[in-house]
């Protein structure tokens, strides 16, 4: 069953933000509420790698490439994690996912973002 769905995604040009979203199912409220959810991200070619995370305590963490442009927060009622993108490069350019941190369960479809002239 659907567990994580990811939504926000788009083609923007370079210098634009995007807003993505981590909607989590009704069989997950609980844990959702209370684990750390990670966004991580899979550009062509490359591995899938971590871009930020934050804890049930509202703790964050970035990776150094984000740090200052993208901003991860959490609605605990309305079970959603967000991911505010600023200042969107080409290096961005990705699949974006959401997961648990450290403790993923079965990774979702992703969201599609493309920074393109």
């Known amino acids: 069953q659907v567990q994580l769905v990811e939504s926000g995604g788009g083609l923007v040009q370079p210098g634009e933000s995007l807003r993505l979203s981590c909607a989590a199912s009704?069989?997950?409220?609980?844990?959702?509420?209370?684990?750390?959810v990670a966004w991580y991200r899979q550009a062509p070619g490359k591995q899938r790698e971590l871009v930020a995370a934050?804890?049930?305590?509202?703790?964050?963490h970035y990776e150094d490439f984000v740090q200052g442009r993208f901003i991860v927060s959490r609605d605990n009622a309305e079970n959603t994690v967000s991911l505010q993108m600023n200042s969107l490069n080409p290096e961005d350019t990705a699949v974006y996912y959401c997961?648990?941190?450290?403790?993923?369960?079965?990774w979702g479809q992703g969201t599609q973002v493309t920074v393109s002239s």
């Open positions: 009704p069989s997950i409220f609980t844990i959702f509420r209370s684990r750390a």
């Open positions: 934050i804890t049930g305590g509202d703790s964050t």
């Open positions: 997961n648990f941190w450290l403790t993923p369960i079965d």
